[in-house]
């Protein structure tokens, strides 16, 4: 297969693809076999193997061409929202460690960041006051 040596399978949803290095030097992850709708092709540059995105006047592809992987979700139950928020929380690790919120958005947790930050700032002025009243 044209300069691809390795598979690996996708963590997200277990499909086979391949990783490549893209001509201007990105990771592209594609899918292992080549498709008619395909629009990377491999190329050989100065000694190495690379993967070229076509675009509009370069497609179709005129020769054997690969996809870029779109993960196809596991059945299952969708990824939580964070209830403060709204906003989607990573589903495995929120499921795993029982989370119902970003940490972030997490109010006992601002809470905290908050009293720290007060605290930090209460030392810096007590420690600013106590040099200036020494060089006096």
Do not use: F
């Not at 594609?30 to 690379?50: C, H, K, M, N, Q």
């Not at 992987?69 to 939580?80: L, N």
Request: aromatic letters at 4%.
């Amino acid at each position: 297969m044209a300069g691809i040596e390795t598979e690996e399978t996708c963590p997200r949803c277990g499909a086979r693809v391949w990783w490549r290095l893209s001509v201007e030097g990105t990771r592209l992850r594609l899918d292992v076999d080549p498709s008619p709708a395909g629009t990377v092709i491999i190329l050989e540059l100065a000694g190495s193997v690379r993967a070229k995105c076509l675009t509009g006047p370069e497609l179709p592809a005129q020769q054997e061409a690969w996809t870029q992987h779109v993960c196809a979700r596991k059945e299952g139950p969708p990824d939580p929202n964070c209830v403060p928020c709204g906003r989607p929380m990573p589903g495995e690790i929120a499921r795993r460690l029982g989370w119902t919120d970003h940490p972030g958005c997490d109010q006992e947790y601002q809470a905290e960041v908050v009293r720290l930050r007060i605290a930090k700032r209460a030392a810096r002025e007590r420690s600013g006051s106590r040099s200036r009243k020494g060089a006096a």
